[in-house]
């Protein structure tokens, strides 16, 4: 499990830092000390961060908008995903329909995938920030909206 955490953190989050004093002095308590930082709440972002709080890591993950996936606020412009939602399989072999559920983030909760929000195979883009919003809501991540780390 650890390597596997490392592995994510390492190679799909460029943005992780290591242990971050966030808007505070040095002389506030340790409350907003963090050993992971996570920048983005889109799907990778939560998805570290979910994976972050089933270790019991100390992180927090950035947003420099006001809700998670704002990417998708604008793009793709057609504003269709073009990944499917492939909730039809066939099957009830659940490893098999994550495969082909190409939208939904992985947890241990068998309820929070994507169809919760849309059963279109090409699902309109806005449901898809309503989705990263539910799973970050529902499964507490620590997410903080509105902090821009740049410039």
Known sequence: M???LLLLLLFLLPGLIGSV???KPADQPAA?????????????????????ARAR????????????GSFFN???RHRKLISINKIYTGR???EFNLRHDWNSLLSDR????????SRDLYPHADAYPRYLRLFAEELGLAVRYGVDVGR
């Open 110 to 117: 068998p309820d929070l995938l994507f169809q919760r929000i």
């Open 21 to 23: 004093l966030i808007d």
């Open 92 to 94: 009830r072999n659940r």
């Open 32 to 52: 907003d000390r963090y050993d992971y930082c996570v920048l983005g709440a889109g799907p990778a972002g939560l998805q570290a961060g979910h994976f972050l």
């Open 2 to 4: 650890d390597r596997l």
């Open 74 to 76: 604008i793009y793709p």
């Open 57 to 68: 890591r100390n992180y927090v993950i950035l947003e420099r908008n006001s809700g998670p």
